[in-house]
């Protein structure tokens, strides 16, 4: 897959999801953890310890080859993607603590996504073919840091243009994850019915998973119902096109892309439904 699309278009397309992330972002948005200290702890501590851990336990029930295992592994690191604050609104989520989550998250996977690919490369003791070399590692911070600041300084001094780019940059964002799906499969499509059948139901309920402890351990925390919505969307929609990114870019290796590329197109429609569920159920409490 060592095309234009890859080298130059998964760069660009991702600056551009984080461009759109920070015109989201404001500096308030990293000091609300005062205001609603809980929700932010027990989502953070679902995305960064407890999902990682559930999906580590998949890729060994389910006996995943170790390129695939990575993959799984790379998706569980990755923060949400900007989807979950529009899915977030569209179903009554506290979308304020979205953006909150997304902002602390990206920062935190900085650290957190290298380190948990890199335990996972080692214990499927790949590191003959798969490396994560220090310089790739600040590339990643690069690509990720520095479109997220430039939003944001856009944002401070035109808040009226990021209002107006708020829609595109989400669409964008959504066809922009479609066509990298649509690519890697046409690139893999002597293998894809394989990795489906290999990771279609790891991804499926790692997914599933994802949303319903993402709702479920905040409620039990006492975490009021608007907030675990949004907590739910933010640990289910990952960014894909960051997995992607790394799994292509840094490490090389299409098949690490695999995982991210398949949960996405579970991704949308169970969020959607769960969504759907949450929301109507919240809507009856209320009447």
């Given amino acids: 897959m060592d095309s234009v699309l890859t080298t130059v278009g998964l760069p660009i397309a991702l600056a551009i999801i984080m461009f759109g992330l920070g015109l989201s972002l404001t500096a308030d948005d990293f000091r609300r953890l005062r205001q609603a200290p809980v929700a932010v ?15 580590f336990g998949l890729v060994v029930l389910l006996d995943l080859s170790p390129l695939l295992g990575i993959g799984m592994m790379l998706l569980a690191a990755s923060p949400g993607g900007t989807s979950a604050n529009l899915f977030s609104h569209l179903f009554r989520g506290d979308v304020a603590l979205n953006v909150t989550l997304t902002a602390i998250n990206t920062l935190i996977s900085i650290v957190s996504l290298p380190l948990i690919t890199g335990l ?3 214990y499927f003791d790949r590191q003959d073919s798969v490396e994560l070399p220090l310089v790739e590692v600040v590339q990643v911070i690069a690509i990720v840091l520095v479109p997220v600041a430039i939003g944001m300084l856009v944002r401070s001094r035109r808040p009226a243009f990021a209002r107006r780019m708020d829609r595109p940059v989400r669409i964008g ?12 499969v046409v690139d893999q499509r002597e293998n894809i019915t394989e990795y489906l059948g290999k990771v279609g139901l790891a991804t499926a309920v790692f997914c599933a998973l994802s949303l319903t ?18 907590s739910s969307m933010e640990i289910g929609v990952h960014n894909a096109t960051l997995a992607i990114y790394v799994a292509v870019e840094i490490l090389d290796e299409v098949e690490i892309s695999i995982p991210a590329a398949v949960y996405s197109l579970f991704m949308f429609a169970f969020a959607a439904l769960w969504g759907r569920y949450i929301s109507r159920d919240l809507a009856r409490q209320t009447a």
């Fill in 41 to 55: 702890v027990v989502a953070l501590g679902c995305q960064l310890l407890l999902l990682p851990a559930i999906c």
């Fill in 213 to 230: 402890i993402g709702y479920f351990v905040p409620r039990l925390f006492g975490v009021g119902d608007r907030q675990a919505i949004a």
């Fill in 173 to 184: 964002s959504a066809v922009i994850l479609a066509v990298l799906v649509i690519a890697i």
């Fill in 120 to 122: 996972t490369i080692r």
